[in-house]
């Protein structure tokens, strides 16, 4: 499987190493913008504002084409493992706005309550998510979404 394919396809299926692989790159990527801006910007003398406002609309410019290129690989990334557990790739949604919805309702619903108990719901469906998705094996052999990434021959029933 080539880098594209593993990133930025939405067919077949991946491992956990190679789901692992990708957090890694998101990870590696989102440091190294980071660190480069802290740099860049950090030596900006506030005296010279025209360059730095140009560079503060260049890293905006730089990180929105980042999201939008890291969120359409994380919903790749995370479809292939979900069909490697053979579960259809929808369940990315629970497992992407659950957390978020359920974890700030408190935040945009202050007078209804309940927030508690939407936090704990939100942190079981982020473990369940991390559980799913990073820790637990794919099905044996080939499934509906394709063969099986680690190669094992499908295990015959009886033996």
């Known amino acids: 499987m080539d880098w594209t394919t593993l990133?930025?396809?939405f067919n077949?299926?991946?491992s956990r190493a190679k789901y692992w692989l990708a957090v890694l790159i998101y990870m590696v990527v989102w440091t190294a913008f980071i660190a480069g801006c802290l740099i860049w910007l950090g030596g900006t003398s506030i005296d010279?504002?025209?360059?730095?406002?140009?560079?503060v609309l260049l890293v905006w410019l730089i990180g929105i084409i980042l999201l939008v290129v890291g969120t359409w690989s994380g919903l790749a990334v995370?479809?292939?493992?979900?069909?490697?557990?053979?579960?259809?790739?929808?369940?990315?949604?629970l497992f992407w706005l659950g957390?978020?919805?359920?974890?700030?309702?408190?935040t945009a619903?202050?007078?209804?309550?309940?927030?508690?108990?939407?936090s704990l719901a939100a942190a079981a469906i982020a473990i369940w998510a991390f559980v799913?998705?990073?820790c637990l094996r794919g099905t044996p052999g080939p499934n509906q979404y394709g063969p099986d990434p680690l190669g094992h021959?499908?295990?015959a029933p009886g033996r």
Do not use: V
């Open 7 to 9: 990133l930025f396809s």
């Open 12 to 14: 077949g299926r991946i």
């Open 48 to 55: 010279n504002l025209f360059s730095f406002a140009g560079a």
């Open 78 to 93: 995370g479809i292939k493992r979900l069909h490697d557990r053979d579960k259809s790739g929808w369940w990315i949604l």
């Open 99 to 106: 957390p978020s919805i359920l974890g700030g309702w408190q």
């Open 109 to 118: 619903t202050p007078d209804l309550g309940g927030g508690f108990i939407f």
């Open 132 to 134: 799913e998705l990073g």
């Open 153 to 155: 021959p499908a295990y």
